[in-house]
Nanobody
């Protein structure tokens, strides 16, 4: 059973930065994709970024140039560096996992992923 535990959320002013972490128990020897999603109150969960076992990554247009996802396989940790945070970046951030190959068109679709963490809250204020 895969475990995913997010941390690093908090409150920050607009323009600031946060780094989220996702500690996991994924077997990194195989092919997989891991992703970050976020959900604001009253809104659907949306994909933010995804990274493959080979290092390939993709980002939602709303965060390109501001967010960077990376992984440290030695530490079994996934990261999301968030810079130039905006009010609309607020929400609960989740990490997720899908083993195997994934078509690029569904990398940021929540239905693609079958393992999820419980999330960490990010609040951006003016």
């Amino acid at each position: 059973q895969v475990q995913l535990v997010e941390s690093g959320g908090g409150s920050v002013q607009a323009g600031g930065s946060l780094r989220l972490s996702c500690a996991h128990s994924v077997d990194t020897s195989g092919r997989y994709w891991m992703a970050w999603f976020r959900q604001a109150p009253g809104k659907e969960r949306e994909g933010v970024a995804a990274i493959a076992s080979d290092g390939a990554s993709t980002y939602a247009d709303a965060v390109k140039g501001r967010f960077t996802t990376s992984r440290d396989n030695a530490e079994n940790t996934l990261y999301l560096q968030m810079n130039y945070l905006q009010l609309e970046d607020s929400g609960v951030y989740f990490c997720a996992l899908r083993r195997g190959m994934v078509p690029s068109r569904i990398l940021l679709s929540q239905n693609t992923y079958n393992f999820w963490g419980r999330g960490t809250q990010v609040t951006v204020s003016s």
